[in-house]
C-alpha cells in the first residue's frame, strides 16, 4: 500500500513539473508592426497580425511619418500623439479576444488602416 502511495505522489510531482513548464512555455509575445512600409508605402506592415491574448502589439515608426494608431471605440488601445522620430514606438497590450481595427489619423484616407485579431 506504502509503494502505491509513493507511486502516486511521484506521479502527482510529474503532472506539476508539467503543468509548470506549460506555464514556462506560454510566455506572452510582441509582435511589431512598422508605420509605413519598407518599400514607402503609407501602410501598416503586417496591415494584420494575429496575437494571443496578453501578447504585444509594439508599432514602430518607420518611415513617411507622422503617424498614430487610433482604435476606434478602444481607447485603451489607442496611441493619438503623432510619432515623427523614426524608430519612435509605442507598445499595446491586448487582453481580450476579438478583432480590432485601427487607422492612422493623418493617413487614414490613404488607406492607412490595420488590424489586430487577439484570439
Ligand atoms: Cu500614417
Request: with cysteine.
Amino acid at each position: 500500500m506504502r509503494s502505491v502511495l509513493r507511486t502516486f505522489a511521484a506521479a502527482c510531482c510529474a503532472l506539476l513539473m508539467l503543468i509548470g513548464l506549460n506555464v514556462g512555455t506560454a510566455q506572452a509575445a510582441t509582435v511589431e508592426v512598422k508605420l509605413g512600409t519598407d518599400a514607402g508605402m503609407l501602410a501598416f506592415e503586417p496591415s494584420t497580425v494575429t496575437i494571443k491574448s496578453g501578447d504585444t502589439v509594439k508599432f514602430i515608426n518607420n518611415k513617411l511619418a507622422p503617424h498614430n494608431a487610433v482604435f476606434e471605440g478602444h481607447d485603451e488601445y489607442s496611441h493619438g500623439d503623432l510619432a515623427f522620430n523614426p524608430g519612435e514606438s509605442w507598445e499595446e497590450t491586448f487582453t481580450e479576444a476579438g478583432t480590432f481595427d485601427y487607422y492612422c489619423e493623418p493617413h487614414r484616407g490613404a488607406g492607412m488602416v490595420g488590424k489586430v485579431v487577439v484570439e
